[in-house]
């Protein structure tokens, strides 16, 4: 297995083992999870976001840390300073995170970390689904030591924000073979008219204990590098459709389009080019 698939010991126990299993439909009966969040956001927290950092290899200093009051505070902090390619022409990552790449076939399910889904599953309006028959699907999957914020990756246009209620299982690898967490879990999903790629949808898409997806702006115009929203607590993920024959990807992430790997990507980066007509 890619290290970088690796699950942690907790989330393996839930969903590798039949009592795990058991237990994790427990927490989610009794909303267990409700208990853990409001404790994430209260200042007992504070201890544990120092811990927390700490395993995580977050760098940040013991001074800076200091200035969260509770971990809620930390996991939600602002960057100003992150750098963007400045190449309006390149593709850039919206977030820190491992990606994985994936063709969008007209006649078959995209298979996505072990699971299946039909493109109705994670954009739920067959009319704009199939818009991106013929595309490309970018998976980017947020760990708990990234940035949790992310950013837009072109100029253009966005129309309305669509919530959709649903569970918070865990995106680490095993959750997703387990259960198909993309059509599961709770999610946002908007559609974009970009300067140099076309229409795109963008889906966030909530994980376990993450307490909310905020995104700041809906029926406006947005520019490159601008941050667009924010994940609340914990791991999450993101997932942006594109039209066929609109963009090349790098050849390192052309070398797993539709394979069970995923390679680290941080905010801002380039990951692919407009496709020249």
């Given at each position: 297995?890619?290290?970088?698939?690796?699950?942690?010991?907790?989330?393996?126990?839930?969903?590798?083992?039949?009592?795990?299993?058991?237990?994790?439909?427990?927490?989610?009966?009794?909303?267990?999870?409700?208990?853990?969040?409001?404790?994430?956001?209260?200042?007992?927290?504070?201890?544990?976001?120092?811990?927390?950092?700490?395993?995580?290899?977050?760098?940040?200093?013991?001074?800076?840390?200091?200035?969260?009051?509770?971990?809620?505070?930390f996991?939600?902090r602002?960057?100003?300073?992150?750098?963007?390619?400045?190449?309006?022409?390149?593709?850039?990552?919206?977030?820190?995170?491992?990606l994985?790449?994936?063709?969008?076939?007209?006649?078959?399910?995209?298979?996505?970390?072990?699971?299946?889904?039909g493109?109705?599953?994670i954009?739920?309006?067959?009319?704009?689904?199939?818009?991106?028959?013929?595309?490309?699907?970018?998976?980017?999957?947020?760990?708990?030591?990234?940035?949790?914020?992310?950013?837009?990756?072109?100029?253009?246009?966005?129309?309305?924000?669509?919530?959709?209620?649903?569970?918070?299982?865990?995106?680490?690898?095993?959750?997703?073979?387990?259960?198909?967490?993309?059509?599961?879990?709770?999610?946002?999903?908007?559609?974009?008219?970009?300067?140099?790629?076309?229409?795109?949808?963008?889906?966030?898409?909530?994980?376990?204990?993450?307490?909310?997806?905020?995104?700041?702006?809906?029926?406006?115009?947005?520019?490159?590098?601008?941050?667009?929203?924010?994940?609340?607590?914990?791991?999450?993920?993101?997932?942006?459709?594109?039209?066929?024959?609109?963009?090349?990807?790098?050849?390192?992430?052309?070398?797993?389009?539709?394979?069970?790997?995923?390679?680290?990507?941080?905010?801002?980066?380039?990951?692919?080019?407009?496709?020249?007509?």
């Amino acid at each position: 297995m890619n290290k970088h698939m690796e699950n942690d010991i907790s989330v393996a126990f839930l969903y590798g083992t039949f009592i795990g299993r058991l237990a994790l439909k427990g927490i989610m009966w009794t909303h267990l999870d409700l208990l853990i969040i409001f404790f994430l956001r209260s200042r007992l927290s504070h201890s544990y976001m120092i811990h927390y950092a700490k395993k995580h290899g977050i760098a940040l200093s013991m001074q800076k840390l200091q200035q969260y009051r509770t971990f809620h505070d930390f996991f939600i902090r602002h960057n100003p300073s992150i750098a963007y390619d400045p190449n309006p022409l390149h593709v850039i990552s919206p977030c820190d995170g491992y990606l994985s790449v994936y063709d969008i076939t007209e006649d078959g399910p995209l298979a996505i970390k072990g699971s299946h889904y039909g493109l109705e599953d994670i954009l739920p309006c067959d009319s704009l689904a199939t818009k991106f028959h013929g595309g490309l699907c970018l998976v980017f999957r947020l760990c708990a030591s990234d940035y949790h914020r992310y950013i837009y990756i072109d100029d253009g246009y966005q129309h309305g924000n669509h919530f959709i209620e649903g569970q918070l299982h865990s995106v680490q690898p095993i959750a997703c073979k387990t259960y198909p967490v993309y059509a599961l879990n709770r999610r946002s999903w908007t559609i974009m008219d970009t300067r140099h790629f076309g229409s795109i949808a963008q889906i966030e898409i909530g994980a376990l204990i993450v307490g909310s997806i905020v995104n700041n702006k809906e029926n406006t115009h947005f520019h490159r590098g601008e941050e667009k929203g924010h994940f609340e607590l914990a791991g999450s993920t993101i997932v942006i459709l594109f039209e066929q024959d609109t963009i090349t990807l790098l050849p390192q992430y052309a070398s797993i389009l539709g394979k069970e790997k995923e390679l680290r990507v941080k905010q801002g980066a380039w990951l692919a080019s407009r496709r020249k007509s």
